[in-house]
């Protein structure tokens, strides 16, 4: 995308000592009527999900920009504090202590990856600071994890896949191969396929597995060829997924297996090319695209487009968007900025902010909301960021979530 770089020298803590734990009185003076109210955004600006990251932090600077030109609450003003977790969980756990204790954040969003979203929420969840994770997870919702100040405005891996595996499935074949990234996200991705994969007879062959940031895939593909599968899932991401498909792609395994994903990344995709994900299929969260039938897509994209030159937002860049300006107008309902009673109103709201309607379910904080099954696009491309067609839209369901009994919570919904 023709962006420019995130300025993050502006956004670092200055190198110091470690944070000296602050009292609720100094927290409370610090949060006082009339100062700004501040928003920790600890993303990934660095490795391999650097992009994601990156738009994330660009449409989350326009929600800001929304709530402020709106007159903010009682004229104070939002500010967003961007922070880099490196994508290490010890770094991330570090970085949000320092914006709870030192910056004195109000609220936490953010988090692109499950490596480093619950220990983040663990942070801000004892100190009772309220958290909506932007990054799919599944665990993040479960209630050894979860809290009254935990909320997860992304898709989660049970709901993405589910969706994903009803359409294809039935479409291409049930003998599955799966190449995961392994780490939470990758083995919450292949549970959730195969959990919908069962009812429609989807076998798996074999669930391979590699490491985060591996650059060389040649290894593992002479044996997903050999096991001759219907559909092989690459469920990987950023940068794995970029480099896995261009090497499936040049080893020939298109010409007998369907490809899959369950996030199909538009960053990924214009990093990638047309021909590497040619005739891939996956699921996504959001695309710009939509905003020919969806008028809130239409808005969002129009005051991204003016802030970066044209360009549009990506599908985790929409994520960002939305987790600053759901907590945003949860203060302007609550008519609060403490944690507990925008809690309550985050619990509460109903929204559509760029894809359609939203809301919280009560018993987790997850966000019920549609996902969309796009193809990637090699011809007929209007313009560069042309790269998806829309195939299907599975409307916001709370059935296609896991039951709150089953994560451990016994409120019932």
């Known amino acids: 995308m023709s962006q420019q770089p995130i300025d993050t020298r502006r956004r670092t803590l200055i190198a110091g000592g470690a944070a000296v734990a602050a009292s609720p009185f100094m927290f409370n003076i610090a949060r006082a009527q009339g100062a700004n109210i501040k928003i920790g955004f600890p993303v990934p600006l660095t490795g391999a999900f650097s992009a994601e990251a990156q738009d ?3 449409a989350a600077e326009i929600a800001i920009k929304d709530f402020n030109d709106a007159g903010g609450f009682g004229g104070r003003k939002a500010e967003l504090l961007v922070r880099d977790d490196k994508l290490n969980p010890g770094e991330a756990a570090t970085r949000t202590l320092e914006l709870i204790e030192k910056d004195k954040v109000n609220f936490i969003v953010g988090s692109l990856s499950a490596a480093t979203q619950l220990s983040i929420n663990a942070v801000a969840r004892d100190r009772k600071v309220l958290f909506n994770s932007i990054s799919q997870s599944d665990a993040i919702n479960e209630a050894k994890d979860w809290s009254l100040y935990t909320f997860h405005e992304a898709l989660n891996p049970h709901l993405t896949a589910g969706a994903v595996a009803r359409y294809a499935f039935p479409k291409f074949g049930k003998r599955i191969v799966y190449l995961t990234a392994d780490y939470a996200y990758g083995h919450e991705m292949v549970r959730g396929f195969q959990r919908a994969g069962a009812p429609l007879g989807a076998t798996t062959l074999a669930d391979i597995r590699h490491p985060l940031g591996v650059a060389d895939y040649s290894a593992f593909l002479p044996r997903i060829q050999a096991l001759k599968p219907d559909v092989l899932v690459l469920c990987n991401f950023g940068r794995d997924l970029v480099n896995s498909a261009k090497q ?4 020939g395994l298109k010409a007998s297996t369907k490809v899959i994903a369950p996030v199909l990344l538009y960053t990924s995709r214009q990093a990638g090319g047309a021909d590497a994900f ?3 299929i996956g699921g996504t969260s959001y695309y710009w695209g939509m905003e020919d039938k969806i008028p809130a897509a239409k808005a969002f994209n129009d005051k991204f487009r003016k802030a970066h030159g044209g360009a549009v937002p990506s599908d985790y ?4 968007y939305a987790g600053v300006r759901s907590v945003l ?3 302007l309902n609550a008519k609060s900025t403490d944690s507990m009673p925008v809690s309550i109103a985050l619990r509460q709201l109903k929204y559509n902010w760029y894809k359609g309607d939203q809301f919280y379910r009560k018993c987790d904080h997850q966000s019920v909301q ?4 796009v193809e990637s696009k090699s011809k007929n491309m209007k313009d560069k960021y042309d790269v998806f067609n829309v195939l299907s839209i599975e409307d916001a369901n709370e059935a296609n979530l896991r039951s709150c009994d089953e994560m451990g919570h016994k409120i019932s919904t």
Do not use: K, P, Y
């Open 317 to 320: 860049g929409a994520l960002g």
């Open 56 to 58: 994330q932090v660009r």
């Open 248 to 251: 499936v792609t040049d080893f």
């Open 278 to 280: 040619e005739g891939i």
């Open 370 to 373: 549609s996902v969309i099954i």
């Open 329 to 331: 107008q949860a203060v």
